[in-house]
C-alpha cells in the first residue's frame, strides 16, 4: 500500500470531532493549550493527555513525579532542561524528542533553558497493567537524528513509527505512531494507519482539510480525532504552510485510575502510589533526599 497515493485507502478515516486547545495554567506559572485531558477530549486509549506548551523564566514545571505512564516531550522552539532524583540531567532544544518511561517512579523537573519563550509539545501514552512498574528510562533524540522525508511537497519528521518508507529508531512499549508533518501550500499527504489503533492530528499552524477534500478546512490549535479505518489524507489548499503533528496507538482497552501524575488501573494500586510517594519507598526511594538545582 503506497502512503503516496490517495486512492491506496478503500475506507479512509474520517474527522469524528475537533477539539479547540484552550489555554489553562500548570506548573509554575506555565501556560499549556489543553489537548487531550480537558472535558471535551478526556482521554483516547492509549493517550492520557497532551498539552501545546510554552513557558519563559521563572515559570517552569518543578519537581513533581510520576507513575505508570511514558512522557514524550517534542521542543518546537527554545529549551527544556530536565532533572531527576536518579541523577539523570540534560536539555532538549528545538526539533529534540526526549521519551521518558516513568514506570515504576520518576520525579523530576523540567524548566526552561535560558530567556525567552520556549514552546513544545507533550504527549502522556499510557503503559499496559505488565508494564506500568517497570525501572524508569529514557530514549532522547537530537533533531538531526529524527528520520525524515520528502514527497510533493510534504515533508515528514518520524518520531515513532514509519512514513515515506522512513521509521524511527524509538522503541515504543505502547505501539505509537509520531509524525510531524510539514505541507506546502497545494501539497497533500497520505498516511497509513492500522486500523484499530486510535488517531489524532494536532495542527501546529496553518489550515488543513482532513479525510476528505470537500470538508471544511480545520485551523490551528485544533485537535482533530479521526474515526477507524485504514488511514488518513490531509491537503493544504491555501497559500501558507501546513504543520501538524499526527499520532496515533494501538489502545489497551485496560481500565484507568488516575490521580494527576499517577495512572494505574484500580484505585487500591492509586492508593498504593500515594503510600508509597509518601514515604519514598517502591520505586520512590531516593525522593526523601533529593532536590533539584
Given amino acids: 500500500m503506497s502512503e503516496t497515493d490517495p486512492t491506496s485507502?478503500?475506507?479512509?478515516?474520517?474527522?469524528?470531532?475537533?477539539?479547540?486547545?484552550?489555554?489553562?495554567?500548570?506548573?509554575?506559572?506555565?501556560?499549556?493549550?489543553?489537548?487531550?485531558?480537558?472535558?471535551?477530549?478526556?482521554?483516547?486509549?492509549?493517550?492520557?493527555?497532551?498539552?501545546?506548551?510554552?513557558v519563559s523564566p521563572p515559570a517552569g514545571f518543578p519537581d513533581h513525579p510520576h507513575r505508570g505512564f511514558e512522557t514524550v516531550t517534542y521542543m518546537l522552539q527554545g529549551g527544556i532542561t530536565h532533572q531527576?532524583?536518579?541523577?539523570?540531567?540534560?536539555?532538549?532544544?528545538?526539533?529534540?524528542?526526549?521519551?521518558?518511561?516513568?514506570?515504576?517512579?520518576?520525579?523530576?523537573?523540567e524548566m526552561p533553558a535560558g530567556e525567552g519563550v520556549h514552546k513544545g509539545l507533550q504527549l502522556w501514552i499510557n503503559l499496559s497493567s505488565q508494564e506500568k512498574m517497570i525501572e524508569p528510562g529514557y530514549q532522547e533524540l537530537l533533531s538531526e537524528d529524527i528520520p525524515s522525508g520528502e514527497q510533493d511537497g510534504?515533508?515528514?519528521?518520524?518520531i515513532?513509527?514509519?512514513?515515506?518508507g522512513v521509521q524511527s529508531p524509538v522503541y515504543t512499549?505502547?505501539?505509537?505512531?509520531?509524525?510531524?508533518?510539514?505541507?506546502?501550500?497545494?501539497?497533500?499527504?497520505?498516511?497509513?494507519?492500522?486500523?484499530?489503533?486510535?488517531?489524532?492530528?494536532?495542527?501546529?499552524?496553518?489550515?488543513?482539510?482532513?479525510?476528505?477534500?470537500n470538508k471544511t478546512p480545520i485551523s490551528?490549535?485544533?485537535?482533530?480525532v479521526l474515526g477507524p479505518r485504514d488511514g488518513v489524507s490531509v491537503w493544504n489548499k491555501f497559500s501558507k504552510p501546513l504543520r501538524f503533528v499526527l499520532i496515533a496507538g494501538q489502545?489497551?482497552?485496560?481500565?484507568?485510575?488516575?490521580?494527576?501524575?499517577?495512572?494505574?488501573?484500580?484505585?487500591?494500586?492509586?492508593?498504593?502510589?500515594?503510600?508509597?510517594?509518601?514515604?519514598?519507598?517502591?520505586?520512590?526511594?531516593m525522593a526523601k533526599h533529593w532536590r533539584s538545582h
Fill in 251 to 285: 489502545p489497551l482497552n485496560e481500565p484507568v485510575v488516575q490521580h494527576g501524575p499517577f495512572v494505574m488501573n484500580t484505585q487500591a494500586e492509586i492508593d498504593q502510589t500515594i503510600e508509597d510517594y509518601h514515604y519514598s519507598k517502591n520505586g520512590f526511594e
Fill in 220 to 224: 490551528a490549535n485544533h485537535v482533530v
Fill in 9 to 54: 485507502f478503500t475506507r479512509p478515516r474520517l474527522v469524528t470531532k475537533k477539539v479547540l486547545a484552550k489555554h489553562q495554567h500548570e506548573g509554575d506559572g506555565a501556560v499549556v493549550r489543553r489537548c487531550i485531558g480537558r472535558s471535551e477530549l478526556k482521554s483516547l486509549d492509549p493517550f492520557l493527555m497532551m498539552d501545546d506548551f510554552s
Fill in 84 to 109: 531527576d532524583f536518579a541523577g539523570h540531567k540534560g536539555t532538549i532544544h528545538t526539533g529534540d524528542v526526549q521519551w521518558m518511561t516513568a514506570g515504576r517512579g520518576i520525579i523530576h523537573s
Fill in 173 to 213: 512499549r505502547t505501539p505509537t505512531l509520531y509524525l510531524d508533518f510539514s505541507l506546502r501550500p497545494r501539497a497533500q499527504v497520505h498516511q497509513h494507519i492500522p486500523e484499530s489503533w486510535n488517531a489524532f492530528a494536532y495542527i501546529i499552524e496553518g489550515e488543513g482539510v482532513f479525510g476528505h477534500q
Fill in 154 to 158: 510534504a515533508e515528514v519528521r518520524v
Fill in 160 to 164: 515513532a513509527g514509519e512514513s515515506m
